[in-house]
């Protein structure tokens, strides 16, 4: 149809082809022709549609677009559906809101609906001969038929009366130019010949007739009375029985003849004017193009007895008349067969309701739908007056059972009743019903009394569950009519219900009887005492505010006043003890505004209570006080001892002290002080005195009126007779303290003497000790008094024997030459004697001896606890590296940083490959063009060349420049990444800092980067070390509180997820493969087996089956449960057969799983052992059960499940480019995935897998075997026992680990270390802050990439600046922080550089000890030996430079190079310090020092061993990585063999396109003009969603123009404000793809504008490429 929005329509009309003026060529006449042909058959679409919207009552697409929305069959469904409903029910349509249709496009069982629409007609009848193919509907193969169907069904239905007639609307609906030649190409394209859709009636009678003669002439005859307009003659000739005409009514008859007339003249001028179009003559014409066919005529019959039925039953209406209604009702043309005579009265008043809401005469369909509703409405009231005389008689009975049966019976029609509320609907339906004297409850009595019952049964229960909310829902239930329900009061409620409910459940109450619910009664009740209740506490709160006022006023008398409101309810106020109310009163409110500091404070209800209470309580204490200070001056003044002493004890004056002992002196005391007290002047005739309270408080009490007050009386004058409290106590103090010293002495006069021993004994230690310090102090001295005594002792003893030699000397050197000679001599011959004689024993003893020294010297040093000195200098060499050691050393670091970048590569090329499946599934989808995929593939070649090669850093500037301060920063990074890689904390917090979409990229990218993909041990060992931090970091910590084990299931751990990345990856793949990769390939390679397990596909493979051999559809229904189809036996043997095949192959995937603990690798082993101990730590109450279920599920499902799942993503099996595993294939194996995965869970089958619960069983026994194989799992040991590595490893190195990171990983790195460096290290002081300070603010990329040989306006720039971004650096790591020389703070370090010197010493010096060899001095050929040691040193560390840039700590070579003698005093020197801190021992000659020697000794010959190994495994790895970039190179080889074809095939495109008709060259099209749409048109269009300060309204003045760039796919996008120009935007239709195909709906243009993204590709696609 015409298209309003872009098209300025120019309409065309085709109802008078080929009555042109002016003559036309042939060619002219035949397009015309065509598009005449094209006209009527959008008009014959046209008609189809308004037909099947009038039946369906639902809206279709447009004309143009309708063949497209018949071709998933879900229109004609429900066509299908409308004439046919019983065998077509709505529910067995496939897709019915065509939202899969819309998604994803057609499916294969969008089918099933257009079969159902071609049974349907089979079903009522239609004639198979107009019947179209499946193919032409659901491939769109012949439209035209299709549409050719619909019509024939619509004249057949309207014979038969079940739908209107089709209209015929050629010449009265236009179209566009474009649409009519879009659909003339379309025909084209179909190559058939248009149906006759003028032949539809001539066909449809002879089909239909059996006497085909007989027939023709009685129609004939109708169509010839017709004509003469006789409606007598009209009416014989249509109840001619060769007619075949049903409900031929007589008194219709001029009905008859004028409905018919008129559909014929109608036919006859619709014939003449296609034989004017078509240019025929009337006698070529069929004779049913202008007579009325048997189905026309009977049609119109059915239209005219339908019409006269209505008008019959609307007359009825009118007049009010039931009997008529019913006449009318039951006449033959209305087709209704459901009319019942006793409903006559519901069919009068539904119809004449439904007439007055509609406010006209009622059609079929009204009538129709009331008498449908009337029957329904009958039937529901009859159905209720039984169910409530069933209620009435359960209720008589009294019968809770047949009550409740009775009350939930459907056709009752009341409310829903609680089962457990029986009792109490008894109770209240039977008094309800004792209210009417035992005449039986109506329906409105009933339904009224169930719903508030049933609401007061819902309180009842929220009562009992105690859910406050759920109370409140029930009382304000209107259904309950519970008035005076307050929201805030619930508690309250819910309180004194649930007491009202206690109370019916008392022994003695009515809970014997059953009927302990409350009833609405109680319920009210209970309200109504909360509200009073709480009417009460707001007066009494009011009247607290009352009295907190007055306090704050200070008048005691208003106080009272307040105190004394009744509304308080407060006790005990006294009008006397008003002024201390008010004193206690204002310190209490004052003390409660300081604690809560807040001076708007007031007391509450209870404090002023207790502030009363207090006050009456000091008043009484106060008087006590008076009266027992009287009675001890009374006393006092008798001068009875005894008296003054029982007095004194009387406990309401409160003294303290008061011994009996001690009243001589107490009367004496007391005595003497009121004596004082009157000697001081002041009145003594006074009889009113002061006491102090305990609190403080003043109190005034008459001694002679015994009145007393808290405020002092007019005129007061105290007493000076009278002593107070305060004066007793200070008297009895004096006399209790002087008796109690003397008292003291007496008793611990032993206890006195012992202290004075003991202080004298401290004192003469103390001198003692002073003295034998003073001779520590000067032990030099006293050493050399006494060496200087001994000296002179021993220098006299050899003076005299030196006197004696001096005497005699050369007879004294004669004998003893003459002797020694002599005895020498002898000794020697004999000797050489005996060993001439026995010179093979000697040679084989000593090897002997030798080779027996040497395996002692050996075990004691693999074995010995505390080897000696001298066995471990006798290996000591072995720790000196040769050219062997160099050589390996320099393979395994070049391997290393190969496999490094072979990942990275690989990764890289994965990630484009992957980019490039994309970009060739949108050239599939004609989304982007074939250039765009070119050039992605040319790019792919050069990424493919270039990761052989590699990237070169700028020589000018960047990190590797020849410049101190390049250099400097470089170190500054070497250092940073030291401290990240050897301390796991920062890293490990620094995962859980991050979102999770950053961590995975983060871990692939920088972590592993960093540990050189675990490359060697050390850095396996450390890269474990921090999975461990991070993985008790997530289970323990507070990041990411893991508060449930099973949210180690359920959740995503950050953690877990690396773990498994990392060891799926290059070093757990090997592991993998060897593990399933026999068992996958046996799979694969049975091309027999077929494994399925589920029921639903089981039965529809059997269905096929039997269609494919026997040809015929098959009478089961497709569409079944899983329930449907277990019931045939052929599926439950499939089923069976395919559960024992299961268990059979998941049995050998069992048996080789569990036996291959070994195989796992060893990180992954070692983790799952942390995650156990973690969750034992975290859980200790958990079973080992319920723990190794949660490592099974690392173990197993996170780690091997998805290889058996999806071997060809995991590299498991190999799979050659462009092929993949079969679904049978990939079903079986993810059955032996699901099974295995439900034993390592130990889950049965239940619920939806109830028909695989035969597997229970077995599912126990192999989840028994799992346990065991997670509990093997994770017995391995500890990372330092397994790669014996420890703290001071890095300072034995032979050389320094280098670590490859691309120039933007440092820089994210840096970025992310300071975006998040308060959270990595809390402490100040903390190195990495040093670091992050000296390094500074985080780089940009051309800071470290260096200076680009590029212009700033060159286009390749930003390519360029990508480029060198990638480009890798290779970081020697150094730790900043060791210990420099003579700095001994870190000991640790301080141990290890010791360590070195002491080996450096011991290999050139013997001794039986260290402390020996230190205290020993150096010959010379101990010098000269050692500077040999040092230039072969040299030599070495040069030429292993050369070969790879290998070198030693810098610390070590310097400290190697010291004179052996400087060695040993620096060696004294840092084992002093390491005593200190009790690292080593002087007691033990620094035995441990020696021990760890020797360990390191062992450990050089596992290392090697360890490095052998490592080299031969890098090897390996290499040959994995090129077998994977070999398989890279085979897809990038298919994708260029595709790209290849397509040029190929654009090639020919483009010769063909050369040239034209006559072989002239086509000309070059122009440039399209500019789109110019305003912002109120984009808005209207949906393109534009909304502009950032621009309300809709002002749209209008915004202007957009679009215009095409030379380049294809690229626009330049516009804006013009009011036609002032703003401004231009580059719009890229690719990036709009990609965007569109990530998702993403919304885009942002100008930064102001939100653009749809969907509609904007829409209108690019429509405008400029007519799509």
């Not at 808290?710 to 008796?739: K, M, Y």
């Not at 402490?1323 to 500074?1336: A, N, V």
């Not at 051309?1342 to 890798?1368: F, H, Q, S, Y």
């Not at 360990?1495 to 052998?1508: A, E, F, G, P, S």
Request: aromatic share 6%.
């Amino acid at each position: 149809m015409e298209d309003g929005d872009d098209v300025d329509a120019k309409r065309a009309s085709f109802s008078h082809v080929g009555m042109t003026e002016e003559r036309q060529s042939g060619e002219e006449m035949d397009e015309r022709r065509q598009q005449a042909m094209a006209y009527e058959y959008l008009c014959h679409l046209q008609e189809a549609k308004q037909w099947m919207e009038a039946c369906i009552r639902e809206e279709l697409p447009a004309t143009t677009e309708l063949e497209e929305g018949l071709m998933n069959g879900v229109i004609l469904g429900k066509l299908a559906h409308f004439f046919a409903a019983d065998i077509v029910p709505i529910k067995k349509l496939y897709d019915i809101d065509q939202t899969r249709y819309q998604a994803k496009g057609l499916h294969f069982r969008h089918t099933d609906n257009i079969n159902h629409w071609l049974r349907a007609m089979e079903k009522v009848g239609f004639p198979k001969i107009f019947y179209p193919e499946t193919t032409d509907i659901y491939d769109r193969k012949n439209m035209p038929r299709v549409i050719y169907c619909i019509h024939a069904l619509s004249l057949f239905l309207f014979k038969l009366g079940i739908a209107p007639q089709i209209q015929d609307l050629y010449g009265k609906v236009n179209f566009t130019e474009e649409e009519i030649t879009a659909m003339r190409k379309e025909l084209e394209k179909y190559g058939i010949q248009m149906p006759a859709f003028s032949k539809i009636g001539g066909i449809l009678a002879n089909e239909l007739s059996e006497d085909d003669a007989a027939l023709h002439a009685a129609i004939i005859a109708i169509n010839d009375a017709i004509e003469k307009q006789v409606s007598a003659d009209t009416l014989t000739a249509l109840q001619n029985p060769a007619a075949r005409m049903k409900q031929v009514q007589d008194h219709l008859a001029d009905n008859y003849q004028e409905q018919l007339h008129t559909m014929k003249t109608a036919k006859e001028e619709k014939a003449t004017a296609q034989a004017e179009r078509e240019g025929m003559n009337e006698a070529d014409q069929d004779v049913y193009d202008r007579l009325l066919t048997q189905a026309e005529i009977q049609g119109n019959i059915n239209q005219v007895n339908l019409r006269a039925g209505v008008d019959k039953v609307n007359a009825a209406l009118d007049a009010g008349d039931e009997m008529a209604l019913m006449e009318a009702l039951q006449a033959p043309g209305l087709g209704l067969t459901a009319i019942k005579k006793d409903n006559s009265a519901w069919y009068l008043d539904e119809l004449s309701r439904i007439r007055q809401e509609k406010g006209q005469l009622l059609d079929k369909d009204d009538i129709l739908r009331s008498v449908d509703q009337a029957n329904n409405a009958a039937d529901t009231r009859n159905r209720r007056d039984e169910a409530v005389k069933a209620v009435n008689m359960a209720i008589d009975s009294g019968s809770t059972t047949e009550l409740m049966s009775a009350l939930k019976r459907q056709d009752a029609q009341l409310p829903n009743v609680e089962d457990h509320g029986s009792q109490l609907y008894l109770a209240g339906l039977t008094n309800l019903k004792n209210k009417k004297d035992g005449e039986g409850l109506v329906y409105e009595e009933l339904n009224g009394a169930v719903e508030v019952l049933s609401a007061i049964s819902g309180i009842n229960r929220a009562v009992e569950a105690g859910d406050t909310s759920v109370i409140l829902n029930a009382l304000t239930n209107p259904k309950a009519r519970v008035t005076g329900v307050e929201e805030h009061l619930v508690d309250r409620y819910t309180e004194k219900l649930n007491k009202a409910k206690g109370s019916k459940t008392m022994p003695g109450s009515k809970a014997a009887m059953g009927t302990d619910y409350l009833n609405p009664a109680d319920v009210q009740g209970c309200i109504d005492n909360v509200n009073q209740e709480v009417q009460e506490e707001h007066d009494r709160i009011e009247a607290i505010a009352t009295i907190n006022d007055a306090i704050e006023a200070g008048d005691a008398e208003t106080t009272l006043a307040a105190l004394q409101i009744p509304a308080a309810k407060l006790s005990d106020v006294e009008p006397k003890q008003a002024a201390h109310y008010q004193t206690i009163l204002m310190q209490g409110k004052r003390a409660k505004a300081e604690e809560t500091n807040d001076d708007s404070a007031v007391l509450w209800l209870e404090e002023i209570q207790e502030g009363v209470n207090t006050a009456n309580r000091q008043a009484a204490e106060a008087e006590k006080l008076a009266v027992g200070i009287a009675s001890i001056n009374l006393a006092i003044d008798d001068g009875e001892e005894a008296k003054t002493l029982e007095a004194l004890r009387n406990p309401d004056v409160f003294l303290h002290r008061v011994l009996p002992e001690c009243a001589e002196q107490y009367q004496a005391r007391l005595d003497q002080a009121k004596v004082n007290k009157l000697e001081q002047g002041g009145d003594a005739d006074s009889s009113w005195v002061e006491h102090k309270t305990r609190q403080g408080h003043s109190y005034y009490f008459n001694l002679d009126t015994m009145e007393s007050s808290w405020l002092p009386p007019e005129g007061f004058t105290c007493s000076r007779t009278h002593l107070s409290r305060e004066e007793i106590q200070a008297a009895l103090n004096d006399v209790t303290n002087a008796h109690d010293r003397q008292e003291e002495f007496e008793a611990h006069e032993d206890d006195i003497v012992k202290l004075q021993a003991y202080t004298r004994g401290m004192l003469a230690r103390r001198r003692y000790k002073e003295r034998l310090d003073y001779f520590h102090q000067q032990l030099p001295a006293v050493v050399k008094i006494q060496s200087n005594y001994r000296g002179y002792q021993q220098r006299k003893k050899y003076q005299d024997r030196l006197s004696v030699l001096h005497g005699n000397p050369w007879a004294i050197v004669k004998i003893q030459a003459y002797a020694k000679m002599w005895r020498a001599r002898r000794q020697y011959r004999q000797r050489l004697q005996y060993f001439n004689e026995n010179v093979d024993s000697v040679v084989k003893l000593q090897a002997f001896f030798r080779s027996n020294m040497a395996r002692h010297d050996y075990y004691l040093l693999t074995h010995s606890d505390n080897p000696p000195l001298s066995v471990v200098r006798k290996f000591v060499h072995l720790l000196d590296p040769n050219d062997v050691d160099y050589n390996e050393e320099l393979e395994v670091q070049k391997l290393r940083g190969q496999v490094v970048q072979d990942i990275r590569a690989n990764q890289e090329l994965e990630n484009n490959l992957n980019l490039m499946d994309i970009k060739i599934g949108l050239l599939v989808k004609n989304r982007i063009t074939l250039q765009d995929v070119i050039t992605h593939g040319k790019k792919l070649k050069k990424r493919q060349q270039s990761t052989s090669g590699g990237s070169v850093m700028h020589e000018k500037g960047g990190l590797k420049a020849l410049h101190k301060d390049s250099r400097h920063k470089l170190e500054m990074y070497q250092n940073l990444f030291y401290l990240l890689q050897t301390n796991p904390v920062y890293l490990a917090k620094l995962i859980f800092e991050m979102p999770t979409g950053r961590t995975t990229k983060f871990m692939e990218s920088v972590i592993l980067s960093l540990y050189n993909y675990a490359a060697n041990a050390r850095e396996e060992y450390l890269l474990l070390k921090l999975f461990k931090t991070a993985l008790q970091e997530e289970i323990n910590k507070t990041i990411n509180k893991v508060d449930k084990m099973m949210e180690i299931v359920t959740g995503n751990p950050m953690v877990i997820k690396m773990v498994v990345t990392f060891n799926r990856g290059t070093r757990g793949q090997s592991s993998l493969r060897e593990i399933i990769q026999p068992l996958v390939l046996a799979i694969i390679k049975d091309k027999e087996m077929r494994i399925n397990s589920n029921p639903v596909e089981v039965y529809k493979i059997w269905v096929n089956t039997m269609e494919s051999k026997t040809g015929e559809t098959s009478k089961l229904p497709y569409d079944v449960t899983t329930e449907q189809a277990l019931q045939h036996a052929e599926v439950r043997e499939r089923l069976e057969a395919s559960i024992a095949q299961l268990r059979n192959v998941t049995d050998k995937f069992l048996n080789t799983i569990t036996s291959s603990a070994e195989k796992i690798p060893y990180g992954m082993r070692y983790m799952a052992k942390v995650l156990k101990d973690s969750l034992h730590e975290k859980f200790p109450d958990a079973t080992e059960a319920e723990v190794l279920k949660i490592v099974g599920n690392l173990l197993y499902y996170r780690y091997m499940n998805p290889a058996i799942v999806a071997p060809d993503g995991f590299d498991i099996i190999d799979v050659n480019a462009g092929v993949g595993l079969s679904p049978d294939q990939r079903r079986n194996l993810g059955s032996i995935a699901k099974l295995l995965q439900f034993a390592a869970s130990n889950k049965i089958f239940d619920g939806e897998n109830a028909h695989l619960s035969s597997l229970n069983d077995y599912v126990s026994q192999a989840h028994e075997k799992f346990k065991k194989f997670f509990s093997a799992a994770c017995d391995v040991p500890e990372l330092e026992e397994k790669f014996n590595i420890d703290e001071y490893s890095d300072f034995t190195m032979l050389n320094k680990p280098v670590v490859y990171m691309s120039i933007k990983e440092i820089c994210d790195t840096h970025k992310l270390l300071i975006d998040h460096q308060d959270a990595l290290a809390p402490e100040r002081h903390d190195p990495l802050h040093e670091l992050l300070d000296d390094l500074g603010e985080a780089p940009k990329l051309e800071d470290l990439i260096g200076e680009i040989p590029l212009d700033d306006k060159d286009p390749n720039l930003e390519v360029e600046r990508e480029k060198l971004a990638k480009t890798e650096v290779s970081l020697t790591l150094t730790n900043k922080f060791e210990v420099p020389d003579g700095d001994d703070t870190d000991m640790k370090a301080l141990y290890t550089r010791t360590k070195r010197l002491i080996v450096d010493v011991i290999r050139v010096q013997p001794g039986d000890n260290l402390p020996e060899i230190l205290s020993t001095p150096t010959t010379l050929d101990q010098e000269d030996e050692h500077q040999r040691l040092v230039k072969k040193r040299e030599a070495q560390d040069e030429k292993s430079q050369k070969k790879g840039g290998l070198s030693r700590s810098q610390s070590a070579v310097t400290d190697n190079k010291l004179p052996v003698e400087a060695m040993k005093r620096k060696v004294l020197r840092h084992l002093r310090a390491l005593e200190g801190v009790g690292l080593v021992s002087s007691t033990d000659n620094y035995q441990a020092m020696i021990n760890d020697i020797a360990k390191d000794i062992r450990n050089q010959r596992r290392y090697r061993i360890r490095r052998r190994q490592e080299l031969l495994k890098l090897k390996e790895t290499t040959g994995a990585l090129e077998s994977k970039s070999q398989f890279y190179e085979e897809q990038i080889d298919y994708y260029n063999q595709y790209i290849k074809t397509c040029l190929d095939n654009l090639a020919k495109k483009k010769r063909r396109s050369k040239f034209l008709q006559g072989g002239k060259e086509e000309k070059p099209k122009k440039a399209k003009p500019p789109l110019k749409y305003t912002g109120a048109r984009l808005h209207e269009k949906g393109v534009i969603l909304e502009i950032d300060g621009l309300p809709p309204n002002q749209f209008k003045n915004v202007l957009f123009e679009i215009q095409e760039t030379e380049d294809a796919g690229k626009f330049e996008v516009s804006a013009k404000f009011m036609g002032v120009a703003m401004e231009k935007v580059d719009l890229n239709l690719q990036d709009l793809l990609q965007l569109q195909y990530e998702g993403v709906s919304v885009m942002n243009m100008f930064d102001k504008a939100k653009v749809n993204v969907n509609l904007l590709i829409f209108l690019l696609n429509k405008k400029f490429y007519g799509k």
